[in-house]
């Protein structure tokens, strides 16, 4: 199976202006998504918002957004990055989910 995907690179397309868009044929293209896209549904990240012939579509919740700001900012940090824009935007997250 091709490492096509990881939790960061979904979580990164879901949280864009167009939803994630995953096929029915996903499985059979040999791909990751779909199994990645079922376990951050499972963890409550993601949040399917649509369907049509074509497969369904799916947005990033509040929760998938404070977890792929976590993994922005622990890559960033690891490659020696400024995380300043991370960080406000994860505290930002943090503060309207209390």
Known sequence: MSKLFNAE???WLAAQEKPLHVSPK???YF???DGIVEERLAA???EKCGS???GDYYRCTRAGLIDLYKMKIAWRKKNGKSIEKEMAKLN???ASSS
């Open 9 to 11: 690179k979904v979580l």
């Open 26 to 28: 996903e499985a059979a």
């Open 31 to 33: 791909s990751d998504l």
């Open 44 to 46: 409550g990240h993601l």
């Open 52 to 54: 049509d012939d074509s």
């Open 92 to 94: 930002e997250l943090l």
